[in-house]
Structures are given as C-alpha cells and as structure tokens.
C-alpha cells in the first residue's frame, strides 16, 4: 500500500507546485519517463532520486514514501 501513497503523492506535490513532469525531471536532472514511471508505479525511484524528490518538495522522505502523515505523525501498518 505505501507504493501506492508514494505515487500518490508524487503527483500531488508536482501537481500543487505547477510543475509538468517535464519540468520535474529538468529540476532534478532525470528524465520525464523516470517521473511517469515513478507516478505510475511501474519504477521505483533510488534512494538518491527518493532524495532529491523529498528535498525539492520540501517535504522528508518519510511522508514521501508513506510512513508520515502531513502533519508529522507516524503511520504504522
């Protein structure tokens, strides 16, 4: 289930900062078929990839990957 937040909210944070996936890819030097494949779950990301998403979103790698919530809190399956 956590593959699917992680697409999830790949999508939605490209999607609030107005970005195509074009431009994300540009931003963090990749290709637009990585973030397609990423948002798609067909592929998953490296951890160098996961890294530079959480980094650019502002966000940690905790909420990216779907063990956090907005807020902060810990989710435990």
Known sequence: MRENLFKERLRDLRIEKGLSQEALAKALKT???NIAEWEKGKKK???DSIISLAEYFEVSTDYLLGFE???GTKIFL
Do not use: F, K, V
């Open 31 to 33: 290709y637009q078929a």
């Open 69 to 71: 919530r907005e807020d």
């Open 45 to 47: 990301p490296s951890m």
